[in-house]
């Protein structure tokens, strides 16, 4: 049974129209990313292996003025497919090149497009994905006389090829592609034949240009406990609970030594529920096929696995579609485009506090950014917040609050040039009015200008994660980022104050000043809302009265521009002045 599940926001289709950069609200990885989508096929010719001939089904990047035309036809058998709903054919490829490469290898006796989902998925997050169908082991070719042996080579040669188009003059991918840069992924016996890419498999040493992988319930038994220790680029393993080949997942999650190592095991999941055996079971029914007819069409194999992936009580095949889209658009921009915001995905607190039909092994801590918080107010003639309440929980008290009227805007901020890791998700301030605080006296706090002892004096702000677009609706927001019940703190009276004359250089969205930084104001501590979970319980934000330095320029207002959007719906606001400047720190004993 499907576990009980509490998110910020829906997995919204939503196909943009935004180009390569920053991170935009429909970046967030379980949901289709800013690219339109191409899909083209043909067939390679490896002259070194007796002409072995290769079909290539890509997916690729499309710019929104070339997101015009027919949508694709995935062929099943004979005349027998579907049409997609996102990816158009022969479309040109996108021009915010390059981009990077992705190998998709299918399971034993299987078909390239089984996973089409995925491939969509990940050419709408930027990436040119291409899944060879591995000639001699395919669901209507059984020829091979050593599958395995074919794999390594197969997949080698698929990035050789598309190095070719990418060097060619006139091709459609000339110049569009990064080969250098190259993750490979793949389903059961295709999961085997990533992990081969990156340990190197006898004749072969790892591939050089695979920079990550992602096997997929995903088999190891014929790669040596040396060969798997072997591998260090950026893996994430996934796999069922319900899969026999769980515990292959789990021997190579204990020997492979990188230092970037996932494993997303999805709870009541069986091995076809990473494949798209129901869209494809449900299109032959569509078509007249019903399911006592598929074995004289060559399809009895789905049989049984349709009955156990696609009918209930089986785990949702929607939700595993879900989390393979998120965990591999997570894993593949952070470690093959550089994101660090998707660092923030892959960790346990991230999916203990959103994915809880997912028990998560082995990456980091969330990251969580300074802020700029600016005094707003709704802008006049517009909707007005309405007024709500929610149960807070959080390390101080716990209570039932009243959400009253916006507050304040809080933007990412690099600070002293170290960078911003999320610069969509932004914090919005509700006052708050709830049963009486009890003050806390003495709490020990640490941040980057040093320690201070503080005790509080009531809760009064609410921040809840937004998304926010200047002159046009606001996206929906990610959920990475935790809310913070703020409390208002002063300093423990005898012990020392923050120093005179501590600064800081802060750039965000609206403006880059140098701020003097006067006493703390604010503690804010991650709460869980109505059950929502935290996904980061160890990093509070210390909010300091933020005063601009002697000749820096005043703050230029911002009147009926800023529209935001977050988990209690939309509001447009006005900027008055900076108001505090939040930064990361810890809370001791």
């Not at 935004?18 to 083209?40: E, K, R, Y």
């Not at 899969?243 to 091995?271: K, P, W």
């Not at 994101?339 to 990251?367: H, S």
Request: proline share 6%; hydrophobic share 40%; aromatic share 8%.
């Amino acid at each position: 049974m499907m576990r009980r599940r509490f998110r910020l926001h829906l997995a919204v289709l939503m196909l943009g129209t935004l180009g390569a950069g920053s991170i935009h609200a429909n970046d967030v990885p379980d949901v289709l990313g800013p690219w339109a989508v191409g899909h083209t096929e043909f067939t390679a010719v490896d002259t070194a292996r007796a002409d072995r001939e290769l079909p290539l089904d890509v997916w690729y990047p499309v710019d929104a003025d070339d997101a015009v035309g027919d949508y694709t036809f995935y062929s099943l058998v004979g005349p027998l497919g579907f049409d997609s709903t996102v990816a158009r054919r022969d479309v040109p490829v996108s021009s915010a090149g390059p981009r990077p490469l992705i190998v998709f290898s299918h399971g034993f006796g299987g078909i390239n497009i089984q996973s089409f989902r995925l491939m969509e998925h990940l050419a709408s997050h930027g990436f040119v994905v291409v899944s060879p169908e591995h000639t001699g082991n395919t669901q209507s070719d059984g020829s091979s006389p050593d599958p395995e042996a074919d794999r390594y080579p197969d997949v080698a040669f698929v990035i050789d090829e598309m190095e070719l188009h990418d060097s060619t003059p006139g091709d459609p991918f000339a110049g569009r592609l990064d080969t250098q840069n190259v993750g490979v992924a793949g389903h059961s016996f295709g999961g085997m034949t990533a992990q081969f890419m990156a340990a190197g498999h006898p004749p072969f040493g790892p591939d050089l240009r695979v920079k990550a992988i992602m096997p997929v319930a995903a088999s190891s038994n014929q790669l040596s406990d040396q060969e798997l220790a072997g591998i260090t680029v950026p893996t994430l393993l996934m796999v069922g609970t319900l899969d026999s080949l769980q515990a292959e997942t789990i021997r190579s999650f204990d020997l492979i030594t990188s230092a970037f190592l996932y494993r997303v095991d999805v709870v009541g999941a069986n091995h076809t529920h990473f494949a798209n055996v129901c869209d494809i079971g449900n299109t032959l029914i569509d078509l007249g096929v019903t399911i006592d007819q598929w074995p004289s069409i060559g399809a009895g194999a789905l049989v049984p696995i349709y009955a156990a992936t696609c009918v209930p009580p089986a785990f949702p095949i929607e939700e595993a579609t879900r989390l393979q889209n998120l965990y591999a658009a997570a894993l593949f921009r952070r470690h093959l485009l550089g994101e660090r915001y998707y660092d923030n995905f892959l960790t346990g607190a991230y999916a203990a506090a959103r994915e809880p039909d997912t028990d998560f092994f082995g990456g980091g801590t969330p990251v969580l950014d300074h802020f700029m918080c600016y005094a707003a107010r709704t802008t006049k003639k517009t909707d007005d917040f309405a007024t709500t309440s929610a149960t807070l929980i959080d390390a101080l008290e716990t209570g039932d609050f009243t959400l009253k009227k916006t507050t304040s805007l809080c933007l990412p901020a690099d600070t002293n040039d170290a960078g911003v890791v999320d610069d969509c998700t932004h914090l919005k301030a509700y006052q708050v009015k709830g049963p009486k605080h009890v003050p806390q006296t003495g709490l020990t706090v640490t941040d980057q200008f040093g320690t201070l002892s503080l005790d509080t004096v009531k809760a009064d702000r609410l921040l809840v994660p937004a998304a926010k677009q200047l002159g046009a609706p606001a996206g929906e927001p990610g959920d990475s980022l935790d809310h913070f019940k703020c409390y208002r703190v002063k300093v423990t009276k005898g012990t020392p104050r923050l120093p005179k004359n501590t600064r800081a250089d802060v750039q965000d969205q609206f403006e880059s000043r140098t701020y003097d930084l006067k006493r703390p104001s604010r503690l804010c501590v991650p709460a869980d809302k109505n059950g929502e979970g935290i996904v980061n319980g160890t990093d509070q934000l210390l909010c300091y009265r933020a005063k601009r330095a002697k000749g820096e320029p005043k703050h230029m207002k911002r009147k009926g521009t800023i529209h935001t959007r977050d988990q209690f719906g939309a509001e447009q606001l006005d900027a008055k002045a900076e108001e505090e400047f939040c930064v990361p720190a810890t809370l001791g004993s």
